[in-house]
């Protein structure tokens, strides 16, 4: 393909000469005698001719390689062929596959992008991720190198991004008698959320602790997620506990 790109180039350039050699004549014709004009002439019909002779030599030779690129397609497909026979798939077996990589690749840039903190709010997305690239390595399809490679690659990149998602910072709980601490205030400091109403993030992603989020025990290690807004499950929960206790007026927070 390069050598035939190579030959186009020459065949314009080519082509280019002999476009300023007949501009050339244009205004060599003004400013010489007939006698110089004629020499001239003749000098530069031979040229063409040079020309013309490269001219069709080059597109000779494009027309030669466009058959041995045809032809090396096609030795390539029934390369391809036999590979994918020998491995049990199908052409539209690896292409279902490396759509997948694809998508799978520009999803990973992405991801890459964001913060720590932003990356928290993709954490199934991620291991969903990891998980199906595990699958895929195990496929016959990354048993040819252009895609185990790119497998191998991908999951370099999600085991990163996953190692990012282990960044959490934690709070220790006080007394409610000294410290006051309870959800709500503990979101409200300034180095948790300092926002008092993103207590529910706290709640979520501590689940394994909190029954209860009224509720929390003095020397609780909670862990605080990333992350400046609450995601759509986290205000879900907060809005089931709001209905609850609205239709229990009696049970203050």
Known sequence: ????????????LVLLVLCSL?????FAQQEMSKDEWSKQMAEYKAKVADLTATLNTLTTEVTVLQGQSAKADADLAVCEDALYA???VTRADVAAFDKELTDMESRVAELQRMSDAELLNHRDEIERMNARLGEMAKSKIALIPR??????SLQEKVTALMKS?????TYTVGTWSKDRDCLWNIAKKKDIYA????WPKIWQG?????KDPDVIKSKMVLKIPEGTTMSKEEKSAANRYYRKHAAAPDAGK
């Open 195 to 198: 926002n008092a109403w993103m």
């Open 206 to 210: 501590n689940r394994d602790m909190i």
């Open 22 to 26: 007949g501009a050339t004549q244009v």
């Open 1 to 12: 393909m390069k050598t035939l790109m190579t030959t186009t180039s020459r065949i314009l």
């Open 165 to 169: 998602l282990q960044h959490e910072k």
């Open 147 to 152: 895609y185990g490679n790119r497998v191998a």
């Open 86 to 88: 020998m491995l049990g």
